[in-house]
């Protein structure tokens, strides 16, 4: 069994990328002069209805419609989505699969290409007529005769250096909160405060210090019950870098921090080096202890160390294999041994592709896997964007429970670590059939230990109907699973512009509760939502949500708000 699902986890990395190169576009090599990608780090400020949150990225950071976007929440996998329309100063985005919540504030990133900076579109200047008497230039002194035209025009130009450079303080600071009220005498709701703060050059030496954090505040008010609430502190990152640039290709980072150079190994509280080659290879290595992935983030039980290396076609890092192992200790006491596997194919006019495999290592003490190599997780996606703004994305994902001893899951027995898994299988895609409307899709297919089920989603998107920069989307979908099937539609009508946003929603579906009683097996949801969003030159970004929810006979008021200030 292990082995098969490792050859599974295998063609899953390797099959669509061998896929991408050959259906067309050129070699990595040879690739067009914009080649060259940046890492563009975004937040949620806005959750809208059908899957589609709002993030603090547009246009004018180089985001584009149809860039893939990744979701990074703190408790639960990475989401995947791509931009479904982008303005000036933020983007909507569509997540892929099952519609899993996504809290306001949320942290992801995008990748983009090099190129789109400093791209301006202007019409070309009009030709200089010079007067019939203006002298004549005098000849010009430097020729430059070692120039040729196939080197950058900034060639001779030195950069300046991170430890010369001034210090630069930037970040941002945000507030989320949202209440519910229902008419069974019950309230519930979390307040959240948080700072992200980047200190460049902090001590002359060119490194920089990076703090991420916040308070929780969490209430469930319930009649006739004992009030129950919480508050937590967390800090989601403290530490300082050094490195990692083109002037020093050797980078150091100690503190709390994710895994820079295979993110897949999660935060660590400790030490991390890694090295970049001059044909792009990165190799690299890492020991601490790992914070629990809980609301404390609690320390100290687990300690692990990693070493990884990444293989890149050239130093554009367009195509990349990696191979990472991470070996941990909890309380003492040999845990986990697990491998990553990755490959990235980044292309922007063709197929690209982007797959990661957990796999884990068991020996003679683990009794629930067995002896041998495990795949734990797969999480694999290719797509394809056209120029006519069409694209395609297929994804499947493959999840596991590890035996470890490391306090990441609540018990289970032996028997439910062997036989627990998931399976899904999704894919997503838009056309324009006029250069007003837009038809979309999304469908999965799903299967456990237990059952199967999927679901699908297909609806049409029409842009400036009624009010310019406004967007109209209706769609159908449904649902069947074990213990449940839905049917239902949705209607949305907004309006984005550069600095002020809006959108009004009303979903109705039917649920169909399997194995219950005739009186009690069907549900109808009506819910009606607003969303207005704001945002400022000066750093500012609002948002507010509001609306109503009726499940069967029970009514529901929902608020909420988000607040940030970047500087």
Known sequence: MTGRRGVIALLALVGPALGAQESGGAPPGEQREEAGVETLTLRVTSVRAGGVVVVDRGLADGLREGDRVTLRPLQSRPRQGHVILASDRSAEVRLEG????????????????????GAVDRAPAPPVEMPDDAPEHPPWENLDEAFTEDMP??????????????????????????????????????????????????????GQLDFVGEVNYRFTDVEGQVDESTTIGRVDRLSYSIGGTRFEPSRHEFGRFLHDGVPELGVIDGYEWNHRGAGGARFGASAGFLPEPTPHMSTGQDAAISAFYQWAYDEREELTATGAYQKTWHNGAADRDLFVLK?????????????????????????AKGTGLDVTRVVASTSRRYENGNGLTFTYRHEELPEVQRLEYAPVPPDIIADEHADRLGADGWTWVRPDRRLFARTGAWVDQEDYGGDLEVGVEQLEWFLDDSRTELSVFGSRGKYSSLLGFRAIFGVQRDLVGWSASYEYFQSDQLGFSDDNDDLNHHRLLGNLDLTRQSGWNLSLRGGLERWSDELAAVAGFYLQRSF
């Open 98 to 117: 099952s519609a899993i919540a996504i809290a306001v504030g949320t942290q992801g990133f995008s990748r983009v290409p090099l190129s789109r900076f």
């Open 153 to 206: 025009l900034l060639r001779s130009i030195d950069g300046v250096r991170p430890q010369d450079r001034a210090p630069i303080v930037s970040g941002l600071v945000f507030s989320a909160g949202n209440v519910r009220y229902t008419t069974d005498e019950r309230s519930d709701g979390f307040f959240r405060l948080g700072t992200e703060v980047h200190y460049e050059n902090p001590t002359g030496r060119g």
């Open 343 to 367: 490959m990235d194919y980044w292309q922007y006019e063709t197929w690209d592709f982007h797959g990661a495999a957990w796999l884990d290592w068991y020996g003679s003490s683990d009794t």
